[in-house]
C-alpha cells in the first residue's frame, strides 16, 4: 500500500520543458540527507519513461498518471534500483530496464533488458543512452534527451551548493562536490578502474548536443552545462 505525503498544493513534479519533468525524493547515507531525484520524459507516442525513480506516494503516481500511461521504469546505475519494484507493481506492462549488474543484483526484480549500447527507447531516437565505461562498480548509464537537449545522468556528477545542512555541507566538501558539478573523489579514487575507457566515454558524452544537466543529487544546471561537464572530466583525462 502507497504511504501518503503530508496534504500540499504544490506540485510534486516541476516542469523543466515541453515533455520533461522532476520530482525531488528522499536519500539518507550515511545518517546524512543527500535528496535524490526522478526524471520524467514523455514520448511523442504519450507514453512515460520514469528515470531513477523515488519514493512512490499516492499524490506522486496520482501526478504521473495525468501526464499518461507509464511504458518504461529506468534503473540507470548499479545504486539506483531501490524503488523500481514498487513502480513495477504498479504499473505492470511497463517495461523495466536496468544498468548491468542490477538483474543479479536483485533478482526479485525482473528486468526486461539490460541498458547497455544499444537501440534508442524509441523508434524515434526520442532518448539516447549509452553504458558510461570504466566505472564496472557503478555501471551508470548516461541519458540524453535531443528534443530539450537535455544530459542526465545520476551519481557520475553531483553538485551542491549554497546554505545547506552542516552535515551535507561537510560531506560534499570533503568527496569534491560542492560548489560546482564535480566526479565525487570515490569514484575517481576507488571506483574508476580504467581511465581510457572513462576518458573516451568522456568524450562520446561531450560529443551530445546538451545545454542542461539534470542530475540525481543537487543542483539541476539548466543551462551552460557543457562547460561545466566538460570542467568535470577533466579528471578522466578528457
Keep these: 500500500m502507497l504511504m501518503s505525503q503530508n496534504h500540499t498544493s504544490k506540485p510534486l513534479l516541476s516542469p523543466l520543458s515541453d515533455n520533461l519533468w522532476t520530482a525531488n525524493g528522499s536519500l539518507r547515507f550515511p545518517g546524512v540527507e543527500f535528496g535524490c531525484r526522478m526524471t520524467v520524459i514523455r514520448l511523442s507516442t504519450g507514453g512515460l519513461v520514469l528515470h531513477s525513480p523515488v519514493h512512490l506516494s499516492d499524490a506522486l503516481r496520482d501526478e504521473i498518471n495525468k501526464l499518461g500511461e507509464v511504458k518504461f521504469l529506468v534503473a540507470p546505475n548499479r545504486f539506483h534500483h531501490l524503488h523500481i519494484k514498487d513502480y513495477a507493481a504498479l504499473y505492470p506492462e511497463a517495461e523495466v530496464w536496468g544498468a548491468p549488474g542490477l538483474p543479479e543484483k536483485r533478482r526479485d526484480i525482473k528486468f526486461d533488458r539490460v541498458l547497455e549500447d544499444g537501440s534508442p527507447i524509441s523508434p524515434e531516437g526520442e532518448i539516447r543512452y549509452f553504458l558510461f565505461l570504466g566505472l564496472p562498480a557503478l555501471n551508470e548509464v548516461v541519458f540524453y534527451h535531443p528534443d530539450s537537449k537535455t544530459l542526465i545522468l545520476t551519481d557520475l556528477l553531483f553538485n ?62 539548466e543551462t551552460g552545462a557543457k562547460e561545466v561537464v566538460s570542467k568535470a572530466f577533466q579528471c578522466f583525462g578528457y
Design 160 to 221: 551542491y551548493s549554497g546554505d545547506l545542512p552542516w552535515g551535507l555541507k561537510l560531506v560534499t566538501k570533503t568527496v569534491g562536490v560542492y560548489g560546482a558539478p564535480n566526479v565525487s573523489r570515490l569514484i575517481r579514487y576507488f571506483i574508476l578502474k580504467d581511465r581510457r575507457q572513462a576518458r573516451e566515454s568522456a568524450r562520446r558524452v561531450m560529443a551530445l548536443d546538451f545545454d542542461r544537466l539534470i542530475l540525481s543529487h543537487g543542483d539541476i544546471v
